[in-house]
């Protein structure tokens, strides 16, 4: 070979392995940039937060609330304060009037009252009225006398449906001007419920005819129904007592465990306190006051005394009319043993505007009264004569 032509190959070699390196060199750092750019894109991805929020996979479990504490909202008897299964709020009581005189004794269906009003009436006899809050479970009733004005009055003040046997002239009038309910079976007032009445034989044959006359809580309930009867209260302004909280009631008083009410020389009623029971077991002419169906002496927690004016006038006919001041005035509660003073109104009879005023009684400070959960028996006295509280 020609030293010319070797000379111009191994130069031209040695552009090529120049050439080769460089382009090698140039591909290599391409390489690197790529690998290294890619590197921190890499690891970029890998340490930025993501901005998406993928919430957290959740098991799905059934919620249970917190239980809520809901008050028990017992139902309560409104003469009684003791708590009943049945609604009453709403319903319109019975007031029976109940024979007292000595040979008309004993009634029957009187331990079924929840509560006893005691009055005089013409000759000092006296009668009861007996309010019962339900006449479910109550048989035989009796016996059934006459009713008064003030016996009225004391019916209306607590929106009750008046059960009786006639009455006076007064009364008649009353009854059919105002339009009150009442299930008479003797004259021409009220509702004619003569149907729901019965005489006992032996009573009528050997007691009397007017101390022989009966009826039945269903024969009464069974009139209301076939009357169409109004049974629920239709005014919200009648007495509604107040209760002490249970175990509670007793007055912060002087001692009450012998009470004697005379209401006029002829009767007297007493209340014995019996501290077991902390109740008081009712006598009439200090001889147990019975329930001939059962043979129990009644009994009540509460014992209330209302002395008040009490007289008697005559039309011009002779016909004795019993008058009371019923308006208002000082009185006794007894319970637990103990008894306080209290004050009282309750309206003018004689007023038409007041006659179905609410009872309403109070402490001698002027506080709503409290009294104790249990059957409570009101004497309304003459004032001429002082009960025997001891």
Known sequence: MKKGNSDFINKHKKGCINAASV?????????????????????????????????????EHPTTEAP??????????????????????????????LNTIRQALPQSGNS?????????????????????????????????RSTREYFLSWAMGFD?????????????????????????????????AGSAFFRDDYRMHNVG???SLYTTGPNLLKIISDKNINTAH???????????????????????VNVKVTFSGYKNTSFKYNSDANDYSVDFWNEPYIDETNSENIRVRNVIILPVPNWTEKDSQGTVRQKYNMAGGTGYYISGGKYIKINWTKG????????????VMTTMD????????GKTYICMMNEKYVPEIN
């Open 234 to 256: 239709t005014r919200n302004d009648y007495t509604k007592f107040n209760f002490a909280k249970d175990g509670e009631g007793t007055p912060d008083g002087e001692s009450a």
């Open 366 to 373: 002027g506080k709503p009264l409290e009294i104790a959960k």
């Open 23 to 59: 382009l090698m060199f140039i591909i290599i750092a391409g390489i690197v940039v790529c690998m290294t750019s890619c590197s921190k894109k890499d690891r970029q991805e890998v340490t930025e937060p993501s901005t998406t929020e993928t919430e957290p996979a959740t098991t």
């Open 160 to 192: 009750a449906i008046v059960v009786h046997a006639g009455g006076d002239p007064w009364i008649f009038d009353k009854i059919n001007r105002s339009g009150y309910t009442t299930l008479n079976c003797v004259g021409n007032a009220g509702i004619d």
């Open 112 to 144: 079924k009252a929840d509560m006893y009003i005691e009055m005089t009436e013409e000759g000092g006899i006296t009668r009861v009225l007996g309010f019962y809050n339900s006449l479910e479970g109550v048989d035989k009733i009796g016996t059934i």
């Open 348 to 359: 003018d009879y004689n007023d038409d505007s007041q006659y179905g005023n609410a009872f």
């Open 68 to 97: 809520t504490e809901e008050a028990e909202e017992g139902y309560i008897n409104p003469f009684t304060g003791e708590k009943t299964d049945t609604d009453y709020s709403g319903t319109r009581p019975y007031a029976i009037m």
């Open 209 to 211: 005819l007017e101390h």
